[in-house]
């Protein structure tokens, strides 16, 4: 199966080029901190070097903030020598904002709102007179200056997509040659997915659509990867295209389960006839790349991500040195305040160990989709348990004595891979503890259908982390392996 180059959920992509280097940003609904940066001279390899939203002076989310609420489809671009981001926060009257930086890696300034911008999925793009022009979903288009917010004028219908085909979404306007292109996205975030085209004399149009659309869609197809669509183009500095998209691995039967979320994929763009022509997906290498953190380094890593704000005062590694210290928030884990730190799981079998002690609180180690699906193996007062959270459903599934101290909690996750086993569900995850001697015990293993987004519905895919349920709890590290 083709490889996502960035695995895991990092969907809506946008990318954009600065001389050899290409920076990307992602969607991240109700994580804190918000919008994932990555870094790469290939467009295959990717790296994670900060989020764009690291503090409330950015981007407020509170336990209101529904899951998949939150942060939407920003676009990146790189005008006169800044690096700017528009995005839309989808709660709490967030609206349409900008950022800019001369340094993708951070900081980013504090919002710039777009009170009169309305829809999701900004896009931003200058013409040669400095005009700079927002599109968002539908397609209208705002002139706007981005350094003030201020609108000019009155919004623009462009473009409505292809007739019959619904939401027209994710817009991008390119000045290539001697045409303007608006390309979206239609069909759905869902199986019928696709990205489509059209082109004119000006960045405001008139658009003609590409005779060839959908230039790029797995709908109707037995692809193993699903969902294409929410694109973006970049030029590498010999001249070739490609493309950015989100899309899904499903696994189970059809039309399958899938886990981690919309993933970030890359493909070829080829031109005929001034129109662009999709090719194959490019497969990634996500890379058997082996993850521990040992929480000595102070500052947590980027790809740590906690659920819609964190604060030093419930989450640091400077209570106790080289230690995650949480000071539980809420009730219990399925409290949309739980205090949760966590990254995504980025690959269809993988397993997560982490070293946790409860001495003063009760919390572990829990795989999430949102509120109401996620499991975990929670230790307390010489009781380990595995809990289940399946909708309305809430559930004690295994509990065992543990001795008073520091204990090893483990998940694995297993992609079934047989067809028989498949048609039930994608993978099974298995909770355990890790004996002083390396062996685990398994204390249940778990079907993980109901941990998808098919099941939740939303936007979002797995996180992994730790968490705490009550009083204090400190993790010494957090492993991650890959498996497949
Ligand atoms: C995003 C829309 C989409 O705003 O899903 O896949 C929404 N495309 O363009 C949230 O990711």
Not at 21 to 42: A, K, M, N, Q, W
Not at 90 to 100: A, K, L, Q, W
Not at 185 to 210: L, Y
Not at 314 to 338: F, I, M, N, Q, Y
Request: charged share 20%; hydrophobic share 35%; glycine share 10%.
């Amino acid at each position: 199966m083709t490889q996502p180059v960035i695995p895991g959920m990092f969907p809506d992509p946008s990318v954009c080029r600065v001389g050899e280097d290409y920076y990307l940003v992602c969607s991240s609904f109700e994580y804190f901190p918000g919008i994932p940066v990555f870094h790469s001279r290939d467009l295959v390899h990717w790296t994670q070097i900060g989020n764009a939203l690291d503090r409330p002076s950015q981007l407020r989310l509170t336990a209101e903030t529904p899951a998949s609420a939150g942060i939407y489809a920003p676009t990146l671009r790189h005008h006169d020598g800044r690096f700017w981001l528009i995005v839309t926060s989808v709660s709490h009257g967030g609206g349409n904002m900008v950022f800019t930086t001369t340094d993708p890696a951070g900081p980013w300034s504090d919002p710039v709102l777009l009170p009169d911008v309305g829809g999701i999925d900004p896009d931003l793009a200058w013409d040669d007179e400095g005009n700079c022009w927002c599109t968002v979903a539908g397609v209208q288009q705002y002139r706007i200056d981005p350094a003030t917010g201020e609108t000019f004028g009155t919004p623009q219908r462009l473009w409505s997509g292809t007739p019959k085909a619904k939401a027209p979404e994710a817009p991008h306007l390119y000045r290539i040659g001697e045409h303007w292109y608006l390309m979206i996205a239609e069909g759905g975030t869902e199986r019928g997915h696709a990205v489509s085209i059209a082109r004119g004399p000006s960045p405001n149009g008139p658009f003609e659509p590409c005779p060839a659309n959908p230039i790029l869609s797995h709908r109707s197809t037995d692809e193993p990867v699903q969902n294409t669509g929410h694109a973006d183009l970049v030029q590498a500095p010999d001249g070739s295209w490609w493309m950015v998209l989100l899309a899904v691995r499903p696994g189970g039967g059809t039309p399958g389960w899938h886990v981690l979320g919309r993933e970030t994929f890359l493909a070829p763009v080829t031109w005929s006839d001034g129109w662009p022509v999709v090719g194959e997906l490019t497969s990634g290498d996500p890379g058997a790349v082996a993850d521990l953190d040992d929480f000595d380094a102070g500052e947590l890593r980027p790809c740590w991500v906690s659920l819609r704000d964190r604060s030093e005062e419930h989450c640091t590694t400077k209570e106790r040195s080289g230690w995650l210290t949480l000071h539980a928030r809420g009730s219990s884990v399925d409290d949309p305040a739980v205090i949760f730190v966590g990254r995504r799981q980025q690959h269809l079998s993988c397993r997560a160990r982490t070293l946790v002690d409860p001495a003063e609180g009760s919390g572990g180690l829990a795989v999430r989709l949102d509120e109401d699906h996620h499991y975990e193996i929670e230790v307390a007062s010489g009781e380990v348990r595995v809990l289940a959270r399946i909708g309305p459903l809430r559930t004690v599934v295994a509990s065992r004595p543990t001795p008073d101290g520091p204990v090893v909690l483990v998940v694995q996750v297993d992609e079934r891979t047989t067809m028989w086993e498949a048609r039930s569900g994608p993978d099974t995850l298995t909770f355990g503890v890790e004996e002083a001697d390396g062996t685990v015990t398994s204390l249940a293993t778990l079907d993980g259908k109901y941990l998808s987004t098919e099941v939740s519905g939303g936007f979002t895919g797995r996180v992994i982390g730790m968490y705490a349920a009550a009083g204090t709890v400190h993790f010494d590290w957090f492993d991650y392996q890959p498996l497949s």
